[in-house]
């Protein structure tokens, strides 16, 4: 019986060895990893033998990719429910989280943890319209591993999409080009508000300290107190992390209002500028988007003598 045992064992040996060599692995780390010289070989015969063109790092994308959904399927998140995205690896130094709904509302809680009990990321998020204006920002996450918790805080009747995916790096984060209006510092309990025109399709904001907690409050607004996108946010070091986001501002009206809730001794630098800007020259397409609009008839336009009330330009239908 021992005899058996012991033979079945030294058959399986080969294929299990088999089994961790036959898998071929490819990437960039193997490929950084191959040119290492081996016995008698240069460093310079080496890497003359690598095929392939070097990596261009200067073509790198921007931090904020639009079209992140046509590569990361995206995971639906109910109402009051908790879902983890875990980065075990300590190259992942910035991921970028996009939420978004069908036309609800959206309200959630994004939090970075880093080891047990610690959370040096907090982002609370409420949007009016998950559709048109999704939720975009980058979390730094250095010293892994991390892991990203999204938490629907809504009902049960208002689901939302949620993508957390591993960015590159290497970029600075933000298009410093186009950030017209910073770096402007923000003194604690004070405010500063940013008009865009019409045209400008989306806005980034870039909010930073000198090593310092970072509080704040941004708020997107179209017409007087009249919260489009609310955004409060927490980070331990505003240096080692911090806060990226992309502001969809579709209309016209459209003003971001950045407030630092912490006290005096904390101050925060700001910037702020325009990220997409369309075309919009017709009188429609720079009317503001109004949600949650509509009339007893279910078209927008109600019954009775004041149903013109509701179209552009009055008059008689």
């Known amino acids: 019986m021992k005899l058996n045992i012991s033979f079945s064992l030294f058959a399986l040996g080969p294929l299990a060895a088999n089994a961790f060599t036959s898998t071929k692995v490819s990437g960039p780390a193997v490929g950084a990893l191959s040119a290492v010289p081996g016995p008698g070989q240069s460093l310079g015969s080496r890497m003359a033998a690598q095929s392939g063109p070097p990596p261009d790092y200067a073509s ?13 399927p995206s995971v639906t998140v109910q109402g009051g429910s908790l879902k983890t995205w875990a980065f075990s690896s300590p190259a992942v130094e910035r991921v970028q989280v996009s939420l978004k709904t069908e036309g609800r509302p959206l309200d959630a809680d994004v939090e970075l943890w880093a080891g047990p009990d610690n959370t040096p990321h907090k982002i609370r998020v409420y949007v009016e319209n ?43 984060l933000g298009d410093m080009n186009r950030m017209d209006q910073g770096p402007m510092t923000i003194q604690g309990g004070a405010l500063r508000t940013y008009p865009f025109d019409p045209q400008v399709d989306s806005v980034q904001v870039l909010l930073k300290t000198d090593g310092r907690p970072l509080n704040a409050r941004i708020e997107l607004l179209q017409g007087p107190n009249n919260n489009k996108q609310v955004i409060e946010l927490y980070t331990e070091d505003g240096l080692d992390r911090p806060f990226y986001a992309i502001l969809e501002t579709p209309g016209s009206g459209n003003v971001i209002r950045i407030v630092n809730t912490a006290t005096v001794e904390f101050p925060l630098t700001c910037s702020c500028g325009a990220y997409k800007i369309g075309e919009k020259n017709s009188f429609d397409e720079m009317q503001p988007v109004i949600s949650g609009f509509g009339g007893s008839d279910g078209r927008g336009e109600g019954r009775g003598p004041d149903r013109d009330v509701f179209r552009y330009g009055g008059g008689p239908n």
């Open 60 to 72: 790198a994308p921007p931090p904020v990719k639009q079209a992140v959904a046509a590569k990361t």
């Open 130 to 172: 998950g559709a048109t204006r999704p939720f975009n920002a980058v979390m730094e996450t250095p010293r892994g591993p991390n892991t990203v918790a999204v938490r629907n805080i809504g009902q049960l009747e208002f689901p939302m999409e949620a993508i957390i995916e591993a960015v590159s790096a290497a970029e600075p």
